[in-house]
């Protein structure tokens, strides 16, 4: 199972057509793709026409779906945090901390464009869903 961050979603719905967008296209066609509500919401917040909305909305809620956030997540979305800040890292959202984090706790892979995660594979052990080539 994989968490697909909203960056590669963006570009899928889209019809970008790159390694990302292919190994997401193949997850969801194995049935390996989940999703987090944090996600969910970012991606529905993006369509601007309603019968996109409610396209997406019907193809990505048959999805495993996961609550992202929660009073447990907040100490470990603050430990993690610090952490990368101690090594002069900022990361510039909130909701890739939470994504990342999430991911961690879990030990699911994330595929991901977005190079905030970067950080959190480098030093958090956040394992990326495709390894660049």
Known sequence: M?????????DYFNGVDNELTQHLDASLTEQTVAIGDLI???ILQGFRRDKDYKLAKSRL???T???MFG????ELCTRNYRALR???VTIRKTSDVIIATFCIAHK???LF???DFIPFVDHLNLSPALRET
């Open 113 to 115: 464009s977005d190079k």
């Open 2 to 10: 994989i968490i697909a961050d909203t960056s590669v979603w963006i």
């Open 86 to 88: 101690k090594k002069g």
């Open 65 to 67: 779906q996961y609550e």
């Open 40 to 42: 969910f919401l970012e």
């Open 71 to 74: 009073l447990e997540m907040v």
């Open 61 to 63: 809620k048959i999805l």
């Open 108 to 110: 699911l892979p994330l």
